[in-house]
């Protein structure tokens, strides 16, 4: 527990000794208290205003504690890939029924009970993904200096996350760069279509020529047969790295109307896995990523890879795809060294 002044933490959490315990242990233990530090800034310093803002606790202790850890190992792969992180929140994500970020039920002790281990997931897991994807699209920058203004404005204080999107887009109005730069939505648009509605989506991917394909979104439904009329909609920032550059750009899918969009000679779409979403390919493309991966499996980034395999193992549960697919999609795993 983050108790102000007194950091508390289970025995069993808190040792390590190098050669005894396994290397999970360390990671783990040092995951733990750089989390529960994380909260004397957020929690403590300054506090959310209601339980339907928890994850402003969570989301933000869970990411901060991979940046505070791998700045202790000399590392970056504990940010940069949360492939494991968004694999489990979106298999808890996609249950019927399932509560946002915001907003949801918490007022309801039987239903915060019969969703507790599911709620986890999208309160630790899932919002340190959005938190992620925020910081993303208006660049690393400008974030820090959001988040100082943002800890320097509600000192002792409480806050909500309209009080932190307000102070994200005074400061990233107020600099230049970003990914919206030229929209005609702002950053709170965009993130109340992740945080205050439930699920997410699923990013339709068909090849027209070459690697020009078209891209379209709808709910993802884990039971087609189950599924109602929905007419949710995500405004998706589709990362991809411009060849010039090697910088990462955003093309927005803001609607359902198909868009034509240019992957730039990559084999997938949002290749380091910087959008919380799953993504279906056309057969054809199935077949150039599976024998990309057979010749060489470092082509496609690692997240890319997680992606991949937990894609097409999720769809073909109720047969949206065939296993067949997914099973062709693992055949280069013998040759995986980032386990």
Not at 291 to 298: F, G, I, Q, S, V
């Amino acid at each position: 527990m983050e108790n102000w002044g007194l950091i508390t933490i289970r025995q069993r959490d808190g040792l390590y000794k190098d050669g005894l315990f396994p290397i999970i242990q360390k990671h783990n233990l040092q995951e733990i208290i750089a989390h529960e530090v994380s909260h004397q800034w957020f929690g403590n310093l300054v506090t959310m205003k209601w339980w339907s803002d928890l994850w402003l606790n969570e989301g933000f202790a869970t990411l901060i504690s991979l940046k505070g850890v791998d700045f202790l190992e000399n590392t970056t792969w504990r940010y940069d890939d949360r492939a494991e992180s968004q694999c489990f929140a979106l298999r808890s994500d996609q249950t019927n029924g399932m509560i946002p970020i915001s907003g949801g039920e918490y007022s309801n002790p039987g239903r915060y009970t019969e969703l507790t281990s599911h709620m986890n997931h999208i309160i630790y897991k899932k919002s340190s993904i959005i938190i992620r994807m925020i910081e993303r699209i208006i660049e690393e920058d400008t974030f820090k200096k959001g988040l100082r203004r943002f800890l320097n404005s509600f000192l002792y204080k409480n806050a909500d996350h309209e009080d932190l999107f307000n102070v994200l887009v005074y400061v990233h109005d107020s600099s230049a760069g970003g990914h919206l730069s030229g929209q005609n939505f702002s950053l709170s648009d965009v993130m109340d279509t992740w945080i205050r509605q439930p699920h997410f989506p699923l990013v339709h991917v068909n090849r027209k020529e070459g690697s020009i394909v078209t891209i379209r979104q709808e709910k993802y439904e884990h039971v087609p047969y189950l599924a109602r009329a929905n007419e949710q909609v995500w405004k998706i920032p589709i990362f991809y790295d411009d060849p010039v550059s090697a910088k990462h750009k955003v093309f927005w899918l803001t609607d359902k109307q198909p868009q034509v969009f240019d992957m730039a000679g990559q084999y997938v779409v949002d290749p380091h896995q910087l959008t919380y979403m799953r993504i279906r390919y056309d057969i054809e493309m199935y077949s150039d990523i599976t024998m990309a991966l057979l010749h060489d499996y470092r082509v496609i980034p690692t997240n890319s890879r997680s992606r991949l395999i937990d894609d097409t193992f999720s769809m073909a549960e109720h047969g949206q795809m065939s296993y067949k697919v997914a099973f062709n999609v693992t055949m280069y795993m013998s040759k995986e060294v980032s386990f």
